[in-house]
């Protein structure tokens, strides 16, 4: 919001900047009109058609820096507030005609040489550049060029004795030099050169215009590729991810099987043992099927919640892990009286697992490589905090680590901390990662604790 309000402010004072430009050119003009005006006089005395085709570039010059600015701070202005005008915005455009006039007649006292004519076809042919070429403010260069181009071409048919009859301009200085032109019999040279150079600066617009439009859709429509081509990845991810999962649901829950035939086959030795040992054995049997039926319950269905101390997970998690570390030193920071957490442990656990595999992988081969593991209490939440001194993470790549797919890693199927995200979020968690400035990477998991009078039925 702020970046767009800048821009915002940036080309509303570039608008206003751009007004103040053609006012103060048009004080200043009627020196310029003098000078022309003095140079025709001469090319009618010395009889010189040359003299008055160069009097021609110079009005035309003149007149295109005094209308330019004027007119595209008018389009400026509208294309910033249209939002506020009317529905058909490239009707507002033609509010840039009373706004050019207003400039000209109140903010320079002086009367404009346009007529309303001329003024609605430079206006008009600008307008269908703008609808050609889209967004204004997206595109000012080109649209600068091709203003330019269009009111140089007008200009130039000002001075054409064979156009005399549009009413595109009412100047004197315009009539000065066709009358010269006809005094001198030099309405030919004057209608071919300026008929020469309207046409070329009129194509030259409508082909710029042309090119540029093409140059958008074709950048347009290689942005609609690359958003579908990441649509498509993401999709197959996805794809790739349900399949993952359905494999592992059908294998998971095809353990169920084997284990009530254990429990079925553990009952029967117990009920014929005569030895109290065996069926102590056997009760222990029975405890750990239990166990490892929940635990088969809990990666089956995500929303088995279990209540569980922040310390009896790390040490779930410590004991799958540390068998893992590849001389790293581990420092394990647990604060003391942390509420409980209600989660599904086997699905957290392998969240934290899967952070602490990354860190070891992120610090191998690292000079003096610690990880400080802490886990404390911010009001409601419980915080486990993973700090390494490893190689650290690229600043572009701290938001996109979390997409499907993606991994810095080239051998890894970056399905690891979209993973991570996905089940912290599905317990009302935040996971965040932060790069270190002398080095390394924190990640923070934070999760809600169960106060001591919530109900904690599993």
């Known amino acids: 919001m702020g970046k767009s309000l800048n821009k915002k402010t940036v080309y509303s004072v570039l608008a206003l900047v751009l007004a103040g430009i053609s006012a103060y050119h048009g004080v200043y003009r009627m020196e310029s009109l003098q000078f022309i005006g003095a140079l025709v006089e001469d090319a009618i005395v010395k009889k010189d058609n ?127 030099i066709k009358l010269g032109a006809s005094f001198l019999d030099g309405e030919g040279v004057l209608n071919l050169v300026g008929l020469f150079f309207s046409l070329f600066f009129f194509f030259t ?40 999962l359905q494999e592992m649901h059908t294998l998971v829950h095809d353990l169920k099987t084997p284990l009530m035939t254990i429990r079925g086959l553990n009952s029967l030795v117990e009920m014929s043992a005569n030895s109290e040992k065996t069926k102590e ?19 089956l269905y995500d929303e088995v919640r279990k209540d569980i101390t922040p310390a009896e997970l790390i040490q779930y998690v410590r004991a799958h892990v540390l068998v893992k570390k590849m001389g790293q030193e ?68 701290l938001e996109k680590v979390w997409s499907w797919g993606y991994s810095t890693k080239g051998n890894s199927s970056g399905l690891g901390l979209a993973f991570v995200k996905q089940i912290v979020e599905n317990h009302q968690g935040k996971v965040a990662l932060e790069r270190i400035p002398e080095g390394g990477t924190k990640v923070t998991v934070k999760l809600k604790g169960v106060s001591p009078d919530e109900d904690s039925g599993n």
């Open 205 to 244: 617009s409508i082909i710029s215009t042309l090119l540029v439009s093409v140059y958008l859709r074709r950048i347009s429509l290689m942005e609609e590729n690359r958003v579908k081509e990441i649509q498509l990845q993401e999709l197959e991810m996805q794809a790739r991810q349900a399949r993952v």
């Open 281 to 299: 054995y056997c009760q222990r049997i029975d405890g750990a099927v239990d166990k490892v039926n929940a635990m088969i319950s809990e990666i």
């Open 330 to 397: 581990v420092v394990f920071d647990i604060a003391a009286d942390l509420p409980k957490l209600k989660i599904n442990v086997i699905r957290m656990s392998r969240v934290l697992i899967n952070l602490i595999e990354n860190v070891f992988a992120a610090t191998t081969g690292v000079k003096n490589a610690r990880i400080i593991i802490k886990v404390y209490k911010e009001g409601d939440w419980v915080i486990f905090e993973i700090i390494d001194n490893g190689r650290g993470i690229a600043k572009e790549d």
């Open 50 to 176: 040359g003299l008055l085709v160069l009097a021609s570039f110079e009005l035309v010059i003149v007149d295109t820096l005094w209308l330019m600015p004027g007119i595209l701070s008018g389009f400026l202005l509208v294309d910033l507030w249209r939002k506020y005008l009317l529905r058909q915005w490239w009707v507002n455009y033609l509010l840039v005609v009373p706004w050019v006039l207003a400039i000209h007649y109140i903010l320079a006292v002086q009367k404009a040489s346009y007529s309303l004519v001329g003024m609605l076809v430079i206006v008009l042919l600008a307008i269908l550049a703008v609808i050609e070429m889209g967004e204004l403010r997206e595109n000012f260069g080109p649209v600068v060029l091709v203003a330019f181009g269009l009111t140089m071409a007008v200009n130039w048919l000002n001075v054409v004795p064979l156009v005399s009859f549009v009413p595109i301009s009412r100047g004197d200085l315009d009539v000065g």
